[in-house]
């Protein structure tokens, strides 16, 4: 039999390098081969249907390690041995295996030593269709691909799960990526993207400070209180609290009823009464003002604003005047059987009882170079545009998820690409294969759920789910961090995660509430930092080790810089517990802590 490394079926079993990966493949699998090495694998139906579930075959054996999501919004890594312990909505798959190797010189005795090589497993979209990976107590190898829309249907999906292999897991997910890059055409790898120039500058968000209640008076007293410590941002984020919102379902003076807080609705584009003039805020009449005023006087360089990709968490208002050219309705969620399975989270649960005010796909770039026209004629310099991943539950009726998201991802990027120079744009609760495999100028995006500082056990969890879902969103965009606080249990920790991150640095202090001991460390005193050159991603030696709860393993994350390369050390054993389904009392991260 004739080794290669391009996979290929024998007898049942898929082959990669002369090892089985997996047996007992039905015949319905096709293997439709790639270029360089790799290949596709699809199937086949009799019936045509808009969600599909396809055995590709049992895997045993080897170690792997995968990411997939726990909950709509966020990956997280889990590992294991078989396919049993692949879970729902696995957007990655590495196998790692042995193979003997014998040593050519004639002289030399002994046994074979064992060398390594990697199989990756990426789920992709195919037309409309968007796939996942899954295992069963059988410890078959699933795939799943669904339109979202049961009107969109297929009877054959060929080319929804890409498989390669490669000697480094690293540039393995590298060469990948870029394969698929060029062959599906509809996102672009992070080499080919335009950074953002705030990623090497020391920022401040206004989240934990505010939450909120944000306002131009917080803002400026934040501002002036890291000037008087020798450490001033030079861009700034003003998170959610600045936008024109109402509560059709919140009356006066009454209880807020849980989940009505996430069907708030967008009014106007324009910014709320907090950043207009007052007779306490004289200096301040409106936003163009305000920013005009901080930027001259703190130094600040960018100033970004928060939105949702619908505007808000419970979109816009239909009955809005202002909104009503976009036509926008009412629309109620539909959430996968993946997400489901996994954890529940109580932003979508909640809109599917309330609903969302969605705008019309073909009105979705007018409403956005409306909102960032204005935004950047008052000084705006980009955007941070949450709750993204929430499109994919609204595609029925709209093509499905994959379409759906696909336009609004297309007019958010020609948007601020129009309205904001330097690609200013960071993308935040879009781990979805829908949104990462759209982003074809997207080049900053979360990495991880919100670092919760009143959560003492998810401290050691988000550096891990970071470092670990860096391997593929780094190959596609920056991975951001999140910001922290300098002056927590955990600054130190944080920090020097971030210093290693290949990230931007920044953070979320109260004003006043600031250790710059830390800061300085992070920050030089123009107000930059020295980015290392990649993303921060664990060690070959960590990658199928558990650093959260297997009680022995560290984790090191790797990068470079322009002179030399760098390792971190951290131990995040014994804090706290991956938020698997059996754990959901406990998980890691509430909707935004209020």
């Not at 130094?299 to 928060?306: A, C, N, Q, R, S």
């Amino acid at each position: 039999m004739t080794i290669t490394a391009a996979p290929c079926v024998n007898d049942g079993c898929l082959m990669v390098r002369g090892k089985v990966v997996l047996t007992h493949v039905p015949t319905n699998i096709i293997l439709s081969p790639g270029i360089s090495g790799a290949a596709f694998l699809g199937s086949t139906s009799p019936i045509p249907t808009s969600r599909h579930v396809f055995t590709l075959g049992i895997l045993e054996g080897y170690k792997h390690q995968c990411l997939y999501r726990f909950k709509i919004w966020w990956m997280i890594p889990g590992y294991g041995k078989s396919g049993s312990e692949i879970p729902l909505e696995t957007q990655l798959l590495l196998l790692e295996i042995k193979e003997e190797s014998v040593v050519e010189d004639d002289d030399s005795s002994g046994p074979p030593t064992p060398t390594t090589f990697y199989v990756l497993f990426l789920p992709v979209l195919d037309g409309d269709f968007r796939t996942s990976l899954q295992g069963t107590p059988a410890n078959e190898l699933q795939f799943c691909a669904e339109s979202g829309d049961a009107n969109v249907q297929n009877s054959q999906i060929l080319e929804p799960v890409f498989i390669n292999s490669g000697d480094n897991p690293f540039e393995l997910i590298k060469n990948s990526i870029k394969i698929l890059e060029k062959h599906k055409g509809t996102f672009r790898h992070i080499e080919n993207k335009k950074i953002p120039a705030h990623s090497d500058w020391f920022g401040w968000c206004t989240w934990d400070a505010f939450y909120t209640e944000v306002n131009s008076q917080g803002i400026k007293e934040g501002l002036q209180s890291f000037s008087d410590g020798g450490c001033s941002p030079r861009y700034l984020i003003i998170d959610d609290g600045w936008q024109d919102t109402v509560n059709e379902f919140q009356k006066e003076g009454e209880p807020l009823i849980e989940g009505t807080q996430f069907a708030t609705r967008l009014v106007d584009i324009k910014e709320n009464s907090k950043f207009k003039s007052s007779e306490s805020d004289a200096w301040c009449n409106n936003l163009h003002e305000f920013i005009n005023m901080i930027k001259g006087k703190y130094g600040l360089k960018y100033v970004y604003v928060w939105h949702a990709l619908t505007g808000y968490w419970g979109g816009v208002l239909p009955s809005s005047e202002t909104m009503k050219k976009y036509n926008p309705k009412i629309v109620y969620p539909i959430q996968s059987p993946g997400n489901i399975g996994n954890l529940r989270d109580i932003i979508p649960d909640s809109l599917e009882k309330y609903g969302v005010g969605i705008i019309d796909p073909q009105k979705i770039f007018d409403f956005y170079n409306d909102l960032h026209s204005y935004l950047s004629s008052n000084g705006v310099d980009g955007v941070k545009v949450d709750a993204q991943n929430f499109i994919e539950t609204l595609g029925s009726g709209f093509g499905g998820r994959v379409l759906l998201t696909r336009r609004y991802q297309q007019a958010l990027e020609q948007s601020t690409s129009r309205n904001f120079k330097d690609n200013n744009l960071i993308c935040c609760m879009s781990h979805n294969s829908d949104s990462i495999y759209s982003w074809k100028t997207s080049a900053v995006a979360r990495a991880s759920e919100d670092f919760m500082p009143r959560e003492p056990t998810f401290q050691t969890l988000h550096i891990a789910s970071v470092a670990f879902n860096s391997l593929l969103l780094g190959e596609i965009v920056v991975p951001d961090w999140d910001m922290f606080h300098s002056k927590h249990d955990t600054a130190e920790f944080h920090g020097i995660a971030r210093a290693i991150g290949g990230c931007a640095v920044y953070v979320s202090d109260k004003p006043g509430n600031h250790d710059f001991e830390i800061l300085r460390k992070l920050v030089l005193p123009d107000g930059s930092v020295l980015r290392a050159k990649h993303a921060g991603r664990p060690t070959r030696d960590c990658l199928f080790r558990d650093p959260v709860m297997d009680g022995k393993s560290l984790l090191k994350i790797w990068n470079l810089n322009k002179l030399s390369g760098v390792v971190g050390v951290f131990n995040c054993q014994g804090a706290g517990s991956w938020p698997l389904k059996r754990h959901a009392k406990h998980t890691f991260g509430h909707f935004r802590q209020r």
